[in-house]
């Protein structure tokens, strides 16, 4: 259907307000993680929010994040074409304002996240409002996401070590000093690889941040980052608070290089030399009996099986979120 800006995932937002889903929030640094999270969101009548950090864009751009931004959101923008779905960009984690600002004249993000959740409140607060002024002044409809709390691990190298949640009070005046139009918050979840049994979650919390926002008269879409770890059953629970949106990218690193290792160890004699048969790859193998499988070392066959696999996450990740069958655009 088409790659859609801020004004249109607000809308999105406000569906998901109204009617109690998130978006699924998947990041990306390559096509067959993207084409995966496509066919996915299509079959569940889904739409989709894709994400990129820094960091991602420099792998795309092989060092360049201008040059990963452009290529990625070029990409992007024809597959999203081919489905029927709503499609949007999201940048994770950004704490650079340089690159902030060529994105947003670049126009290529629905949405930024600006990150100072690291800094003290007052800074987080000016760098936060910064951004939306920036996006003001440009005329920009992107909208722009901030986080107040701090959650454990590393993400595109931003690491805490200690987590603090998010006070509802201090969300409040976070949100109206900012304007920022989502805000993510600390109620327990962690980045990097975490178990929903071990993590000390306050749905409560969550719930008493929406309800000191909205006795402000702030209907401000919550967001829900380091998920990963996270059981079906809390998912469940966390999404009745405001929560619209729910940040995933761990889950999906894993299920790229499991689908690839199962598939390569299936048919490790295929790939890899006998014994006695000498590992001459310099020379293709030219001088043995033995030569490797076309059939399984195609980087595509093993790109099609990481696309249906991330296929199938996504899919039921947006069943568990609410967001299928809830396309404004199918």
């Given at each position: 259907?088409?790659?859609?800006?801020?004004?249109?995932?607000?809308?999105?937002?406000?569906?998901?307000?109204?009617?109690?889903?998130?978006?699924?929030?998947?990041?990306v640094?390559?096509?067959?993680?993207?084409?995966?999270?496509?066919?996915?969101?299509?079959?569940?009548?889904?739409?989709?929010?894709?994400?990129?950090?820094?960091?991602?864009?420099?792998?795309?751009?092989?060092?360049?994040?201008?040059?990963?931004?452009?290529?990625?959101?070029?990409?992007?923008?024809?597959?999203?074409?081919?489905?029927?779905?709503?499609?949007?960009l999201?940048?994770?984690h950004?704490?650079?304002?340089?690159?902030?600002?060529?994105?947003?004249?670049?126009?290529?993000?629905?949405?930024?996240?600006?990150?100072?959740?690291?800094e003290?409140?007052?800074?987080?607060?000016?760098?936060?409002?910064?951004?939306?002024?920036?996006?003001?002044?440009?005329?920009?409809?992107?909208?722009?996401?901030?986080?107040?709390?701090?959650?454990?691990?590393?993400?595109?190298?931003?690491?805490?070590?200690?987590?603090?949640?998010?006070?509802?009070?201090?969300?409040?005046?976070?949100?109206?000093?900012?304007?920022?139009d989502?805000?993510?918050?600390?109620?327990?979840?962690?980045?990097?690889?975490?178990?929903?049994?071990?993590?000390?979650?306050?749905?409560?919390?969550?719930?008493?941040?929406?309800?000191?926002?909205?006795?402000?008269?702030?209907?401000?879409?919550?967001?829900?980052?380091?998920?990963?770890?996270?059981?079906?059953?809390?998912?469940?629970?966390?999404?009745?608070?405001?929560?619209?949106?729910?940040?995933?990218?761990?889950?999906?690193?894993?299920?790229?290089?499991?689908?690839?290792?199962?598939l390569?160890r299936?048919?490790?004699d295929?790939?890899?030399?006998?014994?006695?048969?000498?590992?001459?790859?310099?020379?293709?193998?030219?001088?043995?009996?033995?030569?490797?499988?076309?059939?399984?070392?195609?980087?595509?066959?093993?790109?099609?099986?990481?696309?249906?696999?991330?296929?199938?996450?996504?899919?039921?990740?947006?069943e568990?979120?609410?967001?299928?069958?809830?396309?404004?655009?199918?």
């Amino acid at each position: 259907m088409g790659f859609y800006g801020g004004d249109e995932l607000s809308k999105v937002y406000a569906d998901g307000l109204e009617d109690g889903f998130g978006l699924v929030a998947s990041n990306v640094a390559e096509p067959n993680v993207l084409l995966g999270l496509l066919e996915g969101a299509e079959r569940v009548d889904s739409d989709l929010l894709v994400q990129m950090s820094a960091g991602a864009c420099r792998f795309a751009g092989d060092g360049d994040e201008v040059a990963g931004l452009k290529a990625m959101g070029n990409y992007i923008e024809v597959m999203a074409e081919q489905r029927d779905i709503g499609v949007f960009l999201n940048m994770d984690h950004q704490t650079d304002m340089a690159f902030i600002e060529a994105q947003m004249d670049l126009d290529i993000p629905s949405s930024i996240m600006i990150d100072a959740s690291h800094e003290e409140f007052e800074e987080n607060v000016a760098r936060s409002k910064r951004v939306v002024e920036m996006a003001e002044e440009k005329g920009s409809d992107v909208l722009v996401e901030a986080e107040l709390g701090q959650i454990k691990g590393v993400e595109d190298g931003i690491e805490a070590d200690e987590a603090f949640y998010t006070d509802p009070e201090q969300a409040v005046e976070f949100v109206e000093r900012t304007g920022c139009d989502l805000l993510a918050i600390a109620v327990g979840t962690q980045h990097g690889v975490a178990k929903g049994k071990d993590l000390e979650l306050r749905p409560d919390l969550a719930r008493d941040i929406e309800d000191a926002l909205r006795d402000h008269g702030l209907d401000t879409p919550l967001v829900l980052h380091g998920s990963s770890g996270l059981q079906p059953s809390q998912v469940e629970e966390m999404m009745q608070y405001g929560i619209c949106k729910m940040n995933k990218d761990t889950r999906y690193q894993y299920e790229y290089t499991r689908t690839a290792f199962d598939l390569y160890r299936a048919h490790t004699d295929e790939l890899v030399p006998p014994e006695g048969v000498p590992d001459s790859r310099d020379t293709f193998f030219e001088d043995a009996d033995w030569s490797p499988n076309k059939d399984v070392f195609d980087p595509r066959v093993a790109g099609r099986d990481i696309r249906e696999r991330i296929a199938d996450v996504h899919a039921d990740l947006a069943e568990l979120a609410g967001s299928a069958g809830q396309s404004r655009y199918a």
